[in-house]
Structure formats: structure tokens, C-alpha cells
């Protein structure tokens, strides 16, 4: 294949700058867009303004986090300023990947109090592998427990630690309020001096971030680093022109990823201008461009000269450390709620979504109804499954598993580095959790406000439903984050759920009854009148084994029973779980049924006998991997 040719002279566009956002959850990136986005004039006097602008999925806005990365344009002075919006969770790392190789240079957002956490160590060592200026911002500088030098500090010591060379650390600071709107570069001690708007950062973005660089003779190089969907013109590449012109009605030469090259035709070009698409006549090199005429461009191909096509190296991520099994819905109440229940179906829509996500593996497995899909993490499986059930599909869903390798002959599973943020007086709790998910605890501060910081290194396994118990324990006020961090040789075995299931032992409809005898036994999943079938989960056994039970048992009437005595009975109120939660509750003889209108629990094998069988089965494979 031919590559691109070393440039024999260098132009800058200076009318141009490309910058992504990198930062930890909801350290207020998409806040800080918002806040760029208003004083630039993006939105008509009188406008409605809704919060978090770019955040444009339901998902998104109803989990508060960006999902995937979407970029915008605001007019500075005479620059143009492309901003990419990333992702901070790393579950969603794809997105952030992609996001870098459109911009020269980033704005590394950190939480004036939390400081940099584990997607922060993600995020920057993804920008100084591809050699990326950073700009420092420390926002929320108005928050009461703000610590604006030890977070400096500790921003300088993630980048030694990440090996950055001398010219990256000689990075740029500046504290914004990007809820008020406001930047400034000016501190004493840890009181930041107010601004008035967001000039000062934008200033410095200009001052700080390169120019688009290109080689004048060179020929049209621009790469596909994302897609979009038109009703009207079907699929949209986004692409960063990297040198040459492109022009709407152009034929250009499509470099696919398989080495083949094939001349395609651009029937539409447009570029961005605040948060709107522009139809444009061309687009020079430096700019982000959205295409259309060509159906089948995907992720990572380049768009090149007909006459000297020189494609661009494929883009790479890291490989997925997680993975469940998707198929259709084998339940017996299959088929009541969702319109879109056949195996082709599903697996059209796992293909579908390859397209546009470069992070996520569907491989098949032993049925051909069911398939792996593997990904970075159990949230980023969660909002897969939630979307499809959203657009009506029935599924069954499995356990979250790791995703091994074997190395030197050993087989090696994931370690993921977390941070604990928790109240000083859940230390011992905390302590106790994490030695029973085999993890290590490497490092801990006592900052002296009462909280204490802890660090672990724990098997990617002792996380699955770590999170729930975490928050039970520490009565919701500790904080959790976590990322993927090395591979090292198999833990052994992890029993991450002391307690067993209430599994439904026969077909029918819950009875209050049944009900105020089983909750003795443990917690609910049901209320009254809801389906069961048998071999569904309706309750968490209070002990380690699971319990078969009649959950249809009715009370008989006699002609001794008071007529008022059903009023007496008191039902403690079901436990309704998501379905993040309902994947964190599984166990490997477990899965979920998932539609439209509802997430059940249920045993893989829905009969007593097959479910004796299968766990055999699982016993002596774990004995063999051990």
C-alpha cells in the first residue's frame, strides 16, 4: 500500500485551530462547551438554553455523561475554533481516541477538589502518545473544598509518572467557573481572581494550541475518524482534512481498510458552524468536514488524490477487557412486549453497530442465536443493550466476563487501577470489600477534611457488581472510579456475591400472599400480579445457596377467616433494578431478559434438573482453567 510521502515544505493555517476536551467524569467538560458556545453567539436572542447542549441523546442527558464525542465551531477573533467534546469515562475510550487523532492540541480539564482520578490518567496518556500540547484548566476553582496547588501538584506528578518529555510538562495553566461562564489566569494562594468571561481561555487556546500544518504540493489526505446519519442522505463521514482541497461533486480516490482503492464521488460537503452543519463548496486542509455519497465508508479509511492516493494509517484502539453474550429472548414470555425478537434481526443490529464504534468485537459463539460482544466496560455493554431494547428488541443477556489473554503460557486477565474517595470512617468496610476481590491497596491519603483517598489495583472480575455493595456500605457518600490499567496471571476463583437467589419453581402470577411469606426469606424483585415462569429470579436469598419457591401460592378462603384480615399484612416494597444493576447482580449460572417494558432475572437453565447439570458443567471448567 502507499504511504504518504515526507513533506517538503510546511504551511500553517492560522485562521484554524482544532482542540479536544479530555477530562474525568464529570470535571464539566460538556459545561465548559456550553459556556464557550454562549459567548460565541451561537444561539438566537431569547433561545431557550438547554444545559449540557451537546449531550444530544436521551441516554446521555438522563445519565448525566457523554457517550459518545461530537464536535462544534465557534468564531474567536479571526480563528476558527474546532472543539471535540470527548467522553471522560473509559468505558467510552474508542470515542476518545478517535477524538485525538482530529485536533492538535487538548484542553486537560481537573476538578479544582477531586483533583486528577483514573480516566484522567486515561485521557492525558492517550494526548502525550500522540504528542499533543495540553492546556491545564482547573475548573470548579468556586467549589468550598477546592485545593487549586495540591491538584497542580498532583497534575505534575501524573505527568511524570505517564513519562511525558520536558516540553509537555511545560504546559499552560488557567481556572475557570465553567458554570458562570468565567476564566481567569490569575491566583494567590488558592483564591482565584474572578473574571468576567471566557476570553482568557480562548486567548490562550489560540496562543497555546498549533495551527494546522500541511504540505502545500501534497495531495488530498483527509481521514475518516467518525460517522453520522442522514434521514436524506444516509451515512456521513466526518473527516479532518489532513492536505489538499476537497471539493463538493470531486472524485476522489476511497483507500478501504481491506488495501483496496476505488474512486468514489462526493455528492455533499459540509462543515460546522456553532452547533449546525454548513453546506460548503470545498474545505481546505486543517478542517473538519462531514461527506456524503459514499454508503458503505466506515471508521478509519482515507479519502485521497485519484491521480496520487497516499492513504493515512489505520486508526488503532485499545482491545476490549470485557465482554457478555446477546441473543435473542428464549424466555417463555418471549415475544409480548418488543416487535424485533429473530436472531437475524439482533445480529443486523450488532453488525450496524460495529459501523460506528471502533471499540466494541461481536464474535459468534457455540448457538447461532446468541453472540459475544465484547467492549471496555460493563457501562459502555449497558448502553449498547439499553439503546437496542429502546428500539424494541427482546433479549437475553449474560454475566459480564473478562476478556483473557494468554501470555508465556499462563492465562492473564485484567487488572483495572481504582480510586476511593470515601468518609475516613468506612476505611475498615472498604478495606474488608476489596480483600475479597483480591485487591491491592498501593497507595492512601488522609486529606484532613475527614475523607480519605485510596488506590487499588483489583482483577477487572472482583468489579462486576462491585459498585451497588460499595454504595450500600458506605451509605451512598463514597465515590468509585476506575480504569484499565495492565494483564497479570489469573487471580483464581471470586465469589463477588455472598448471597444466593429466590428462583420461581412453577408458571403463573405473583400473589400478595407468596409475597408476604417469601420476605422473610429475602429481598424481592416482584410485586403482586406480575408474570413469573419457572427458573426466573424473584428474590435475593438471604443465604449463599439458591432457594426454590412458589411465588403463585394463593391463600384459600375459609368460612373462619376474618374479612378483614388481609388489611393487616404489610408487603415491604419490591426492589426494581436497571439494568446496569441487574447485569452487576449476575452470577455465571444467571442472565438477564431484557424488553421493552422490562428487565427480569433468570437462571440460564430454567429447569431444576438442567440447572444441577450446568453447574457441574462450570465447576469443572473452572477447575480445568485454574
Request: hydrophobic content about 40%.
Amino acid at each position: 500500500m502507499p504511504t504518504s510521502a515526507p513533506s517538503r515544505s510546511t504551511a500553517v493555517r492560522e485562521d484554524l485551530r482544532n482542540v479536544a476536551i479530555v477530562a474525568h467524569v464529570d470535571h464539566g467538560k460538556t459545561t465548559l462547551v456550553d459556556g464557550m458556545l454562549r459567548q460565541a453567539g451561537a444561539f438566537r436572542e431569547g433561545a431557550a438554553l438547554a444545559d449540557r447542549v451537546m449531550d444530544s441523546m436521551d441516554l446521555e442527558r438522563e445519565k448525566g455523561i457523554t457517550i459518545s464525542a461530537k464536535n462544534t465551531a465557534i468564531q474567536h477573533g479571526e480563528v476558527k475554533l474546532n472543539i471535540i467534546d470527548t467522553p471522560g469515562h473509559a468505558d467510552f475510550g474508542g470515542e476518545v481516541e478517535r477524538g485525538l487523532t482530529m485536533v492538535d492540541g487538548v484542553l486537560l480539564l481537573v476538578d479544582a477538589s477531586e483533583g486528577p482520578l483514573p480516566q484522567t490518567r486515561f485521557v492525558l496518556r492517550k494526548a502525550l502518545a500522540g504528542k499533543l500540547p495540553v492546556i491545564l484548566v482547573i475548573n470548579k476553582v468556586d467549589r468550598p473544598d477546592a485545593r487549586i496547588k495540591d491538584v497542580i501538584d498532583e497534575v505534575y506528578d501524573l505527568f511524570f509518572d505517564l513519562d511525558a518529555t520536558e516540553d509537555q510538562i511545560d504546559f499552560p495553566i488557567v481556572y475557570t467557573n465553567a458554570k458562570q461562564g468565567w476564566a481567569s489566569m490569575e491566583i494567590e494562594g488558592e483564591t482565584v481572581a474572578e473574571g468576567s468571561d471566557l476570553k482568557p481561555l480562548l486567548d490562550l487556546l489560540v496562543e497555546t494550541i498549533p495551527a494546522p500544518s500541511y504540505d502545500p504540493e501534497h495531495p488530498l489526505q483527509a481521514l475518516v475518524t467518525n460517522l453520522a446519519a442522514s434521514p436524506y442522505l444516509g451515512r456521513l463521514a466526518l473527516c479532518r482534512v489532513r492536505h489538499g482541497r476537497v471539493r463538493k461533486g470531486q472524485n476522489v480516490a476511497w483507500s478501504r481498510l481491506d488495501g483496496s482503492i476505488t474512486t468514489a464521488k462526493i455528492t455533499e460537503l459540509y462543515i460546522t458552524e456553532n452547533l449546525a452543519s454548513v453546506e460548503a463548496a470545498e474545505a481546505g486542509p486543517g478542517e473538519i468536514i462531514a461527506i456524503a455519497g459514499i454508503p458503505e465508508i466506515t471508521i478509519g479509511e482515507t479519502l485521497t488524490d485519484v491521480d496520487d492516493p497516499r492513504p493515512l494509517p489505520v486508526i488503532s484502539v485499545d482491545s476490549p477487557s470485557l465482554s457478555v453474550t446477546v441473543g435473542i429472548n428464549t424466555s417463555p414470555l418471549a415475544g409480548r412486549d418488543g416487535k424485533l425478537l429473530t436472531a437475524r434481526q439482533v445480529k443486523d443490529r450488532l453488525q450496524r453497530e460495529l459501523v460506528g464504534n471502533v471499540s466494541l468485537r461481536v464474535n459468534d459463539t457455540e448457538r447461532p442465536d446468541t453472540w459475544e460482544v465484547q467492549g471496555r466496560g460493563e457501562l459502555q455493554l449497558a448502553v449498547l443493550v439499553e439503546m437496542m431494547r429502546r428500539e424494541g428488541f427482546e433479549l437475553t443477556v449474560g454475566k459480564p466476563q473478562v476478556v483473557t489473554r494468554e501470555i508465556d503460557g499462563k492465562v492473564h486477565e485484567p487488572v483495572e487501577r481504582m480510586t476511593i474517595d470515601a468518609p475516613e470512617d468506612y476505611v475498615g468496610v472498604i478495606t474488608q470489600l476489596l480483600a475479597l476481590r483480591k485487591g491491592r491497596l498501593e497507595q492512601m491519603v488522609n486529606h484532613g477534611t475527614g475523607w480519605v483517598r485510596m488506590d487499588y489495583l483489583v482483577p477487572a472480575r472482583g468489579l462486576i457488581g462491585f459498585r451497588t455493595e460499595f454504595l450500600t456500605e458506605t451509605r451512598g457518600t463514597g465515590l468509585m472510579h476506575h480504569v484499565s490499567d495492565r494483564y497479570e496471571p489469573w487471580f483464581g476463583e471470586l465469589r463477588t456475591r455472598p448471597t444466593g437467589a429466590l428462583v420461581a419453581d412453577r408458571p403463573g402470577a405473583v400473589t400478595a400472599n407468596s409475597c408476604f411469606q417469601l420476605q422473610e426469606r429475602g429481598a424481592l424483585f416482584v410485586n403482586p400480579t406480575d408474570p413469573v415462569y419457572e427458573g426466573m429470579i424473584v428474590g435475593e436469598n438471604a443465604r449463599a445457596d439458591d432457594l426454590d419457591v412458589n411465588a403463585v401460592r394463593e391463600k384459600h378462603l375459609t368460612n373462619h377467616r376474618s374479612s378483614t384480615e388481609d388489611e393487616l399484612v404489610r408487603l415491604t416494597p419490591a426492589r426494581i433494578m436497571s439494568l446496569d444493576q441487574a447485569m452487576e447482580f449476575l452470577r455465571e449460572d444467571e442472565c438477564v431478559e431484557v424488553t421493552p417494558r422490562a428487565v427480569r432475572l433468570r437462571k440460564v437453565a430454567l429447569k431444576a434438573i438442567d440447572r444441577v447439570k450446568l453447574a457441574r458443567q462450570m465447576k469443572a471448567g473452572a477447575a480445568q482453567r485454574t
